[in-house]
T-cell receptor
Framework: DTAVSQTPKYLVTQMGNDKSIKCEQN?????MYWYKQDSKKFLKIMFSYNNKELIINETVPNRFSPKSPDKAHLNLHINSLELGDSAVYFCASSQGDQNTGELFFGEGSRLTVL | GQNIDQPTEMTATEGAIVQINCTYQ??????LFWYQQHAGEAPTFLSY??LDGLEEKGRFSSFLSRSKGYSYLLLKELQMKDSASYLCAPMDSNYQLIWGAGTKLIIKP
């Protein structure tokens, strides 16, 4: 059973389009995250979300928005895609309201913007 | 500012021992994590240190010195499958992980 699953794994699209990446975790965790890993392999936190709080990294453009229909899901919506958005996006989860640091990552979604 | 420094790439021989160093500067400190990431895959948790000293877990050990802002990951009896990137990630006072770019470890037969 996949603990943290995200779809699609690969996404190729044109500049200006709007796209979504879905994430689901079956671990019963309280907190979920979205990370962006660029070509230089730095992992950058975009959002963390639990039932009480959405924390947004202030460097993330407002074209990116997380949507959580329930505790087990945190989807990422991206509007007006730009070339610089090409990266691998990882969803992750952790137990408890506060980040324990032990993250369980999904397999990643490689987004290519042409 | 917050900063992580670890070597970009290291090469070692199968069966040998390798030490991957990490120095860090963070706003506050709530422990340090090591993650392993194989090419094209997600990072996976390896270890967590919050007190000074060595934590051993099988072939992998992790060391922390808070006063020096220094940690290392020690890998023994290297296997080909250990070829991966190793990410050092201290946690700051806001419980946010600060990620380095990782050290790419290449294992040669």
């Amino acid at each position: 059973d996949t603990a943290v699953s995200q779809t699609p794994k690969y996404l190729v699209t044109q500049m200006g389009n709007d796209k979504s990446i879905k994430c689901e975790q079956n671990l019963g965790h309280d907190t979920m995250y979205w990370y962006k890993q660029d070509s230089k392999k730095f992992l950058k936190i975009m959002f963390s979300y639990n039932n009480k709080e959405l924390i947004i990294n202030e460097t993330v453009p407002n074209r990116f928005s997380p949507k959580s229909p329930d505790k087990a899901h945190l989807n990422l919506h991206i509007n007006s895609l730009e070339l610089g958005d090409s990266a691998v996006y990882f969803c992750a989860s952790s137990q408890g309201d506060q980040n324990t640091g032990e993250l369980f990552f999904g397999e990643g979604s490689r987004l290519t913007v042409l | 500012g917050q900063n992580i420094d670890q070597p970009t790439e290291m090469t070692a021989t199968e069966g040998a021992i390798v030490q991957i160093n990490c120095t860090y500067q963070t706003s506050g400190f709530n422990g340090l994590f090591w993650y392993q990431q194989h090419a094209g895959e997600a990072p996976t948790f390896l270890s967590y240190n919050v007190l000074d000293g060595l934590e051993e877990k099988g072939r992998f050990s992790s060391f922390l010195s808070r006063s020096k802002g220094y940690s290392y990951l020690l890998l023994k009896e290297l296997q080909m499958k250990d070829s991966a990137s190793y990410l050092c990630a201290p946690m700051d006072s806001n419980y946010q992980l600060i990620w380095g770019a990782g050290t790419k470890l290449i294992i040669k037969p």
